[in-house]
């Protein structure tokens, strides 16, 4: 999977659009690409006269490899977004005894 960052396309942009500029930015070839989802979408309005949607894109190539290759700007490997517990008790473990009711011991609590 890939991350696609600063893809810009007009207000009024269709679907396909935002495929062909996909197909741009990593120069593929329509079969090329699996499946792409939107990461972000935000609006840059620096220009009034040209207010357009800027993408982050997760993309799943048919030839990663091929595409890090090429060393394009704004294209690299997507981060691992999965959640990982932090930690897990032991199999035996005893809850703490909070005493006193004070600010710390309602903060420990």
């Known amino acids: 999977m890939l991350r696609v960052t600063e893809i810009r396309l007009p207000l009024d942009h269709s679907a396909e659009s935002l495929r062909q500029a996909i197909l741009k930015k990593l120069r593929i070839a329509p079969a090329g690409l699996e499946s792409f989802s939107i990461i972000k979408r935000g609006h840059d309005a620096r220009k009034k006269s040209a207010i357009v949607y800027v993408y982050s894109l997760d993309v799943a190539v048919a030839d990663e490899g091929a595409v890090l290759a090429r060393n394009l700007p704004h294209v690299r490997?997507?981060?691992?977004?999965?959640?990982?517990?932090?930690?897990?008790?032991?199999?035996?473990?005893?809850?703490?005894?909070?005493?006193?009711?004070?600010?710390?011991?309602l903060f420990a609590a």
């Open 77 to 105: 490997l997507a981060p691992d977004m999965d959640y990982k517990p932090v930690a897990a008790a032991p199999g035996k473990f005893q809850r703490p005894v909070v005493i006193g009711a004070g600010p710390c011991g």
